[in-house]
């Protein structure tokens, strides 16, 4: 896995954090590192910690992987139909460029709040997905899908050989995008939302009782899970097309 | 399989004619080679045969339900495949065994394992021309197929070629006329000069 920091720099911008809440002063205008980890330390031992985090863990996932589906489905049938992919492109551009507090506000309006954040990581990935697999598709290599076609090569061998390979890189590239989303546009629904039990209602309380340390604490926790959620499925899906390659030859 | 009869064959790209009435008889079951320098129609002329390109005017007797392999002008391989992986994808009939029977007979026997993409050059050729040889054909379309391969190397591919296609109908595309010589041409097509003649 790449390493895209160096410890060294994070302990520095650490410092300087440590530093700025000192000069400061004032933990609720800016709490220093130590007591954000101390709150953090506090807030692990408790049960409702962890429900919290599988509560929205499941939801914003849960999201993901919907938008992901359904973007893939949609974009191989744009791909081979023009008129699906003309009825879709007014909805895809709508669905990217409308601000999701409007979604939020209005998902709060037609349902419940508990299920909020499964339908906005939904909407904010799936015209990611779907674009991104769709451009793969349409930049397929001509000349290895002219060879195939020469060949007469078994569709299902395409697929895997030729298709598969060939999308990846855009699949990759549009899911590592989508997961920083979900995430950020999930808990942004659940801050509104406030559905019980869910990360986004302890942030929003911690904002009401102005208790910044357990605000950078959430707030600790929700860029720990979105990284490690992107490292796992990108690896996993890394893994996943070194063993197609294996497999196949 | 019959004799492919070309009639009056015409191809115009971005309106320069690249094919113009072109005439040729191409008999079956040996081999046929076509000289030219680049830009008289010869990877056009191919990609009729494989029925990639369709003609503006003209014929093609005999391609009907017959099998077609080709070495393309490119390798046209599966970069992060590995030799025999790529064989196979065109002739999923062949045994494990014949395959690596023919990447030895291609000098290919320490590529086993490995990514296509780390091959040199001249081994991304032999795997493609290998893997054309391998799939089931009754046509075979050799654009430059020897291209890159050095000088001792081409001697022993060249011979390897032409066993394995004994028989068969096969169209080579070449600069030199050494290479049809070597192929055991029965006729050799300068399609410079045949184009020429067209014009008059």
């Known amino acids: 896995m790449k390493k895209n920091f160096r410890i060294w720099a994070v302990l520095f911008w650490l410092l300087v954090w440590q ?44 999201g993901f992987l919907l938008g992901t589906a359904l973007g893939c489905l949609l974009a191989v049938l744009s791909s081979r139909f023009q008129v699906v992919r003309e009825l879709l492109s007014p909805l895809v551009l709508t669905v990217r460029t409308v601000p999701v507090a409007s979604f939020i ?20 990935v799936l015209p990611i997905l779907y674009t991104g697999v769709l451009t793969g598709i349409r930049e397929r290599d001509r000349e290895l899908l002219e060879m195939a076609r020469v060949f007469h090569v078994r569709p299902w061998r395409k697929l ?31 801050v509104i939302g406030m559905p019980k039990g869910s990360i986004g ?13 357990t605000l ?22 890394d893994q996943g097309m070194k063993m197609l390659r294996r497999w196949k030859g | 399989m019959k004799d492919l009869i070309i009639r009056d064959l015409c191809k115009t790209y971005n309106g320069k004619t690249v094919l113009d009435r072109l005439n040729l008889t191409i008999p079956a079951g040996k081999t046929t080679a076509i000289l030219a320098p680049s830009g008289y129609g010869k990877t056009t002329l191919l990609r009729c045969l494989m029925g990639l390109e369709t003609a503006d005017s003209g014929t093609i007797e005999g391609l009907e339900g017959i099998r077609v392999s080709v070495v393309f002008q490119e390798d046209r391989l599966l970069e992060g495949f590995g030799a025999e992986a790529n064989i196979r994808l065109c002739s999923p009939e062949a045994s494990g065994e014949q395959v690596r029977e023919g990447l030895r007979a291609f000098s290919l026997g320490d590529a086993e394992g490995k990514p296509v993409s780390a091959f040199s050059g001249g ?7 290998l893997r054309a040889l391998m799939a089931p054909y009754d046509l075979l379309l050799l654009d430059e197929p020897f291209h890159g391969l050095d000088e001792e190397l081409r001697e022993q591919i ?34 410079e000069s045949l184009v020429q003649e067209q014009r008059k």
């Open chain 2, 123 to 129: 081994m991304k050729r032999r795997v493609s021309l």
């Open chain 1, 216 to 237: 950078f604490a959430w707030t600790v926790v929700i860029v720990l899970i979105s990284l490690l959620c992107e490292r796992l499925v990108l690896h996993g899906m």
């Open chain 2, 158 to 191: 060249m011979e390897e070629t032409n066993r394995r296609s004994h028989g068969k109908t096969v169209v080579l595309v070449t600069h030199d006329p050494y290479e049809a010589e070597r192929m055991q041409a029965v006729q050799t097509v300068h399609l």
């Open chain 1, 160 to 190: 895997l050989m030729i298709d598969i390979p060939e999308v990846y890189p855009y699949f990759h590239s549009a899911c590592r995008t989508a997961l920083g989303l979900s995430w950020k546009s999930g808990i942004a629904a659940e």
């Open chain 1, 201 to 213: 209602e302890h942030l929003q309380q911690a904002k009401v009782y102005l208790d910044t340390p």
């Open chain 1, 19 to 62: 530093l700025g809440s000192m000069a400061i002063g004032s933990e609720i205008l800016l709490v220093s590192p130590l007591r954000v980890i101390q709150t953090l330390a506090d807030m692990i031992r408790q049960m409702i910690f962890w429900r919290s985090v599988c509560f929205s863990f499941i939801r914003v996932f849960g």
């Open chain 1, 105 to 124: 506000i209005l998902a709060l309006i037609w349902f419940s709040s508990k299920n909020l954040s499964v339908l906005i990581s939904f909407l904010m």
